[in-house]
């Protein structure tokens, strides 16, 4: 059955070629102006025509559609999205919507690992030194990394992302713990819940934040949660910034209740030159990079044809969220 799809998604020519060859048979409608992950794009009329909509599409013009089937948003976080009363639209209107974590979870895990891995090596330091053989900061930066081989990790927010980085971690035998508001039981490692969590944070070496943004995770690294943590222990964030209270993070870097930070994500984005996270000198940060790689564009139009070949067959649909 031929589709009327919306393309909400910035192409260029070989990407529309792309998109033209595996949606034959289907007519696309292309707006001039389309939407990006940060900014909102602008409906064309026959928006309200179409069945299926991949991008980043507006959640108020998504409401109003009639025709509307099915959503393919083309980011892993589905923040614009993620609202109760959205959630609750789409549910009675039986509308699927899907996000593209299968894009980014291998670039994203890999990210963390190399974070992991930087920490435990002491990378940035050994990287900013010329400390001569068998000096004292040769040997402080000699002995100040710790093997990650039986450290315990706590891996906030176990989706796709999580689920990859934990595989990526297996030849470390470390002991991973997920924490989930709601445990499927397939996560293969053991799970906590709200109740469970301080003591998990706690015996945690390796805190990894992959939460997104909601009304539920606003600063949900606070100043309480980040005080249950051992001194010894690094926080990572790869999800979004907002999850974690920026001035509470400082606090503990300086009085080195936590040993380093390693950020990919803050907020704003990006942050200040003078904000006082980047003159911690145990603070690493990357401009919200760890989701990207060669082809990251090709892929994510990849993943909305393989989903359209589901959706036609009638099949489950791959990342579905709502």
């Given at each position: 059955?031929?589709?009327?799809?919306y393309?909400d998604?910035v192409?260029t020519?070989?990407l529309?070629?792309?998109?033209?060859?595996g949606?034959t048979?289907?007519e696309?409608?292309?707006?001039?102006?389309?939407?990006?992950?940060?900014?909102?794009g602008?409906?064309?009329?026959?928006?309200?025509?179409?069945?299926?909509?991949f991008?980043q599409?507006?959640?108020?013009a998504?409401?109003?559609s009639e025709?509307?089937?099915?959503?393919?948003?083309?980011?892993?976080?589905?923040?614009?999205?993620d609202?109760?009363e959205?959630r609750e639209?789409m549910?009675?209107?039986?509308?699927s919507?899907?996000?593209?974590a299968?894009?980014?979870n291998?670039?994203?895990a890999?990210?963390?690992?190399a974070?992991?891995?930087?920490?435990s090596?002491?990378?940035?330091q050994?990287?900013?030194?010329?400390?001569?053989n068998?000096?004292?900061?040769?040997?402080?930066i000699r002995?100040?990394?710790?093997?990650?081989?039986?450290?315990?990790?706590?891996?906030?927010?176990f989706?796709?992302i999580?689920?990859r980085?934990a595989?990526l971690?297996?030849?470390?035998?470390?002991?991973?713990?997920?924490y989930?508001?709601t445990?499927r039981?397939?996560?293969?490692?053991?799970?906590?819940?709200?109740?469970?969590?301080?003591?998990?944070?706690?015996?945690?070496?390796?805190v990894?934040?992959?939460?997104?943004?909601?009304?539920?995770t606003q600063?949900?690294?606070?100043a309480d949660?980040?005080?249950?943590?051992?001194?010894?222990?690094?926080?990572?964030?790869?999800g979004r910034?907002?999850t974690?209270?920026?001035?509470?993070?400082v606090?503990?870097?300086e009085s080195?209740?936590l040993?380093?930070?390693w950020?990919?994500?803050?907020?704003?984005?990006p942050?200040?030159?003078?904000?006082?996270l980047?003159?911690q000198?145990?603070?690493f940060i990357?401009?919200?990079?760890?989701?990207g790689?060669?082809?990251?564009a090709?892929?994510?139009i990849d993943?909305?044809?393989?989903?359209?070949a589901?959706?036609?067959?009638?099949?489950d649909?791959?990342?579905?969220v709502i």
């Amino acid at each position: 059955m031929p589709h009327k799809i919306y393309i909400d998604f910035v192409l260029t020519p070989e990407l529309h070629k792309r998109l033209q060859n595996g949606t034959t048979g289907h007519e696309l409608v292309i707006p001039s102006k389309p939407a990006s992950v940060l900014g909102l794009g602008e409906i064309e009329p026959a928006f309200y025509d179409c069945d299926i909509i991949f991008g980043q599409p507006q959640t108020e013009a998504a409401g109003k559609s009639e025709s509307l089937k099915w959503i393919q948003v083309s980011s892993s976080g589905i923040t614009r999205y993620d609202t109760p009363e959205f959630r609750e639209l789409m549910t009675q209107r039986g509308i699927s919507v899907c996000n593209s974590a299968h894009v980014y979870n291998e670039a994203c895990a890999d990210h963390a690992l190399a974070f992991m891995l930087a920490q435990s090596r002491q990378l940035p330091q050994a990287l900013a030194s010329t400390a001569p053989n068998g000096s004292e900061d040769w040997q402080a930066i000699r002995s100040g990394g710790v093997p990650l081989r039986g450290q315990r990790v706590l891996i906030l927010g176990f989706g796709a992302i999580g689920r990859r980085l934990a595989k990526l971690l297996a030849p470390f035998e470390m002991k991973l713990t997920a924490y989930r508001r709601t445990p499927r039981g397939d996560e293969g490692m053991p799970v906590v819940g709200e109740a469970d969590l301080p003591a998990a944070l706690a015996a945690a070496d390796h805190v990894i934040n992959i939460l997104p943004d909601s009304a539920a995770t606003q600063h949900f690294f606070n100043a309480d949660r980040f005080a249950q943590l051992k001194p010894s222990s690094t926080f990572y964030n790869i999800g979004r910034g907002t999850t974690v209270d920026q001035d509470a993070l400082v606090q503990v870097l300086e009085s080195k209740q936590l040993r380093e930070a390693w950020l990919d994500v803050t907020d704003p984005e990006p942050l200040p030159q003078d904000h006082d996270l980047r003159k911690q000198p145990n603070c690493f940060i990357t401009p919200h990079t760890a989701g990207g790689f060669a082809g990251e564009a090709e892929a994510c139009i990849d993943h909305f044809l393989k989903n359209l070949a589901r959706f036609d067959a009638g099949e489950d649909l791959e990342n579905r969220v709502i």
